[in-house]
């Protein structure tokens, strides 16, 4: 694939680092999948890769291993993974370019 497929802030790279740390044994990076749900149709989901499956796709930012399971990878091309703290909390944020609407909650996306 041409495009880059998913990419991730610093802050984005410093919560995942932060993440697998507390994690230890058992999680070579991060997956990130979509699901069926919601108003919209997909939501995002995010879980510790356990291994990768033949078709999936690694992408290494900074040292952050994100393994994008190969379902989700035509809706999430291009997006861009931040982790973004306020001071009503914190939370991934992800800027999708394939995204042409959102439920009113936020939760879901549609394609």
């Avoid at 952050?64 to 914190?90: H, I």
């Avoid at 992800?94 to 042409?100: G, I, Q, T, V």
Wanted: hydrophobic share 40%.
């Amino acid at each position: 694939m041409a495009e880059t497929v998913v990419t991730l802030s610093p802050a984005a790279v410093n919560r995942v680092r932060q993440l697998l740390a507390t994690r230890g044994e058992g999680a070579c990076g991060l997956r990130l999948a979509v699901k069926p749900t919601g108003c919209s149709g997909f939501s995002y989901h995010l879980d510790f890769a356990r291994s990768i499956g033949p078709e999936d796709h690694v992408v290494e930012s900074d040292g952050v291993t994100v393994v994008v399971d190969a379902k989700a990878l035509p809706l999430v091309a291009g997006t861009r993974v931040d982790w973004v703290e306020d001071q009503l909390g914190a939370q991934f944020v992800f800027r999708n370019p394939n995204e042409k609407a959102r439920c009113g909650c936020g939760e879901s996306f549609k394609v």
